[in-house]
């Protein structure tokens, strides 16, 4: 014998503004992306998949590798490299490392991350890979990891190559990595200033010295690229995320990412859609002494939402009604939808609370003939 159970459908906390309807600042950069840290949600796009030079922007990845290398126990950070005649005469920014002298993983990662030394990262890689080339393939099989499905590099340190590039959106996506798989290390990149050699240079990202929350990440230029960085910043329990490039000057470089940060800590927050654990719905249970089943989250569920907006959010709660035993606790008896800020759609299992085993067999045979009389319980 067959039930035939309707579809239940429960709508909650209806959206009354979304995330288009914040006004978003004009800025001149040519590829600009921001993004929330905690939730990934997109707060602006202008050209955040056109793919672009990456300049010294690169050298995070660059980073990420040696990080890798340093947890798996490749390297350590005490490790000494040998500076080779390549890594010396390496042009652009660089840490001014000596030919033949030797240098610590640790310093190259300071000189990477805070000087922005070309010369840093030849002598990282040869140190860490054997080879710049070697470690190039590194670096394209870490950003596949990551998802960077835009970007290629043909070097270490961000110099102009026509097969070189990436995409606003996917260096967001590479810091958001840094920062979730390397917060530790990700501390080096708000150190302002690095001697070595007894030559001082400072931190080149301009949002370090604003009082904006900021924290990381790297700047890069180059004559096609144009200024370019990615910057991250925190205010209260919010990071962002940050990326523009193809601007004009150092100067506007700063002010229009200082814009974007500012802009986007303050014109949306993070709330919890649902929590973990939470009672959706209790549903009908046939065939079972028990005879209710309470539907709860499966998981928490965290959006980001307009600042000024004052409803939570709009749940579609979905199961079949009424539901048959026998029913084991965590089993998947529906779904709850959320409508999110930029109009696309969220599914969170709900699962059962509790177990519900069928009843004896004569219960069940009664059951069933009251239902074919009189209809399926609500």
């Known amino acids: ?25 004009e800025i ?9 840290f905690q939730t990934g949600a997109t707060l602006y796009d202008k050209n955040g998949e056109e793919r672009t030079p990456t300049s010294s922007m690169s050298k995070v990845l660059t980073a990420i590798v040696a990080d890798d290398a340093l947890r798996d126990g490749t390297v350590t950070k005490e490790q000494m490299v040998t500076v080779s005649e390549k890594a010396w005469k390496t042009e652009g ?3 001014f490392l000596d030919i033949n002298s030797q240098v610590s993983i640790d310093d190259l990662m300071h000189g990477i991350i805070i000087q922005s030394g070309n010369d840093a990262c030849v002598a990282l890689a040869e140190g860490i890979a054997g080879s710049t080339a070697n470690f ?32 606003a959106q996917d260096l967001a996506l590479m810091a958001s990595y840094l920062i979730k798989t390397y917060p530790e290390e990700y501390k080096l990149y708000s150190q302002k200033e690095f001697t070595y050699n007894n030559i001082k240079q400072g931190n080149r990202n301009p949002l370090l010295y604003r009082n904006i929350g900021a924290d ?24 962002v995320i940050v990326v523009i490039n193809g601007t004009s000057s150092m100067q506007v470089r700063a002010d229009e990412s200082a814009k974007l940060t500012e802009w986007a800590l303050t014109s949306f927050k993070n709330i919890n859609l649902i929590d973990k654990g939470a009672m959706m ?9 028990t005879r209710k089943m309470k539907l709860l989250s499966s ?80």
């Open 216 to 239: 990381g990440v790297k700047t890069g230029h180059t004559e096609v690229g144009g200024y370019g960085m990615i910057g991250s910043a925190v205010a209260g329990d919010r990071r």
């Open 136 to 167: 190039v393939i590194m670096m394209n099989k870490k950003a596949a990891e990551i998802g960077m499905k835009n970007s290629h590099f043909m070097n270490v340190d961000g110099l102009p190559d026509p097969e070189h590039y990436s995409t």
């Open 28 to 36: 001149s950069a040519k590829q600009a992306y921001v993004m929330d």
């Open 281 to 289: 719905a209790e549903a009908s249970v046939v065939l079972s002494d």
């Open 93 to 95: 920014s660089r840490m």
């Open 1 to 25: 014998m067959k039930f035939l159970l309707p579809l239940i459908l429960l709508s909650l906390m209806p959206f009354s503004v979304f995330a288009q309807d914040v006004p978003k600042p």
């Open 299 to 378: 998981e928490s569920y965290l959006a980001t939402v307009p600042s000024f907006s004052k409803d939570a959010g709009k749940v579609i709660v979905t199961y079949k009604s009424p539901l048959v035993a026998p029913i084991k606790q965590g089993d998947v008896l529906g779904t709850a939808s959320f409508a999110l800020p930029d109009g696309s759609m969220k599914e969170v299992p709900l699962i059962a609370a509790n177990d519900a085993e069928q009843s004896s067999f004569f219960k069940r045979l009664f059951e069933k003939l009251m239902i074919l009389a009189v209809g399926v319980p609500e």
